[in-house]
């Protein structure tokens, strides 16, 4: 079996994870959830940060145990039961395709402004452009990722340098009047946000000395983004309202540029233009290099076919491509709101089974306290159910479809195999 090279270090991880995270999330989510909690988004993305530390530590302890490429989907198979690990992989490959489908959707809305055929357009030819970058492998894609972040963070914190000083507090009014179903729907939503940290346990098989690199690059992503979420979603809100907010984020998917316009400083909207746009071309390349590398670990083990498990010197190129005709389809969607949902139920269904996972360590590869896992999972599972039952219900369903296609894989198998 062909193995990747370990070329990435701790410097590389964390801004892998930071080129993950930082993107649609706070540039297109915070306006969803925003319409949807009012001004108590900013409480909801503080309490998506305390879930998703839950889960980072979980997959931080388990990537460590487990260096391997796949994440969750190879979690789930060493630990559980390989019908677990099949439905981690599976929600992972919908999730994160939906994912990076709203991020290609996002940078266009940013770039266009409309919400016509030409965003839809953009979006699609931005991922295919994304994939032939990754499918030349993980050192070309992480000096681009490089570049990515730093424009993005320099964004992000001059918005909020500028925004601070026009804050306006009647925005905050009725803070605490949100209802519990509202304030929990909304940090489902940015709970997604967050969960960029788990592409550098996906590609736990290319990072040099995983024992201590991963842990550590998931730590420190997590407190950096928390950190700046918080800061611009009270920017944005003190700005112009949570209400104006999710208005504008349905409408063109790019509200931080309503934002920057209302700022002292109103032509950092151009930089706000721009690091979206990088932003989101983080999120999708890292996307698109996680998805790729549990698509070759589910190609190793049969569950998906066995071509897209090749290799060619440092990158798995059919499993890229592979995932980049899902991404680029899913765009033709067009609507952020709906991949974005769909996106936040199967991803939390995904870290139910990593903390799952977690709980099922051995004590010699334990490094946090079981409560942490245990944590974790009850606000996953408690979490996914608070988005829309259409959502939910879809979710179900493709779950029940794709144990259907690992059990007539298994079947197939079983029967070419013939009797002992």
């Given at each position: ?93 919908c999730a994160k395709s939906a994912s990076a489908a709203t991020a290609a959707l996002g940078l266009a809305g ?51 340098a500028a925004g601070l000083p026009e804050i306006d507090r009647a925005n905050f009014a009725g803070l605490g ?244």
């Amino acid at each position: 079996m062909s193995q990747l090279a370990r070329v990435v270090g701790l410097p590389g991880a964390v801004l892998m994870g930071l080129g993950s995270i930082v993107g649609t999330g706070v540039f297109v989510s915070l306006g969803l959830a925003a319409g949807i909690a009012g001004p108590a988004v900013v409480v909801a993305v503080a309490l998506a940060a305390l879930v998703a530390t839950c889960n980072g530590l979980s997959s931080a302890q388990l990537a460590a145990a487990y260096p391997v490429s796949g994440g969750t989907y190879e979690y789930g198979y060493r630990t559980l039961h390989p019908a677990l690990g099949f439905t981690a992989g599976w929600m992972f490959l919908c999730a994160k395709s939906a994912s990076a489908a709203t991020a290609a959707l996002g940078l266009a809305g940013y770039a266009l402004g409309d919400d016509g055929a030409a965003r839809t357009a953009l979006a699609a030819g931005t991922v295919v452009a994304v994939t032939l970058l990754v499918a030349g492998g993980v050192r070309r894609s992480n000096a681009v990722n490089a570049v990515i972040v730093s424009i993005t963070l320099a964004a992000l914190v001059a918005l909020v340098a500028a925004g601070l000083p026009e804050i306006d507090r009647a925005n905050f009014a009725g803070l605490g009047d949100v209802a519990p179903r509202d304030l929990l729907h909304a940090t489902a939503l940015m709970f997604v946000a967050f969960t960029g940290y788990g592409r550098i346990a996906t590609l736990g098989e290319e990072v040099r000395d995983p024992a201590r690199t991963i842990p550590r690059a998931i730590i420190v992503t997590l407190v950096v983004t928390a950190l700046l979420y918080i800061a611009v979603a009270a920017v944005a809100v003190g700005l112009i309202g949570a209400a104006r907010l999710g208005e504008i984020t349905r409408a063109t998917a790019a509200p931080l540029e309503a934002v920057a316009l209302r700022s002292a400083v109103p032509d950092v909207r151009w930089l706000i233009a721009v690091g979206a746009i990088t932003a989101m071309l983080g999120v999708l390349l890292n996307l698109v290099l996680g998805l790729s590398r549990v698509a070759l670990a589910m190609a190793r083990r049969g569950d998906l076919p066995g071509g897209l498990a090749a290799v060619s010197g440092d990158s798995p190129r059919r499993a890229v491509l592979f995932v980049g005709l899902g991404i680029a389809a899913l765009t033709l969607i067009g609507s952020v709101e709906a991949t974005w949902s769909f996106s936040a139920f199967t991803v939390l269904v995904y870290y139910a089974i990593t903390n799952l996972a977690a709980l099922r360590l051995p004590p010699e590869h334990r490094r946090f306290p079981r409560a942490v896992a245990v944590a974790g999972l009850g606000s996953c599972l408690g979490l996914a159910f608070w988005v829309e039952p259409r959502i939910w219900l879809t979710g179900g369903a493709l779950i029940a479809a794709g144990l259907l296609w690992q059990a007539a894989i298994s079947r197939s198998r079983r029967g070419t195999a013939g009797p002992r």
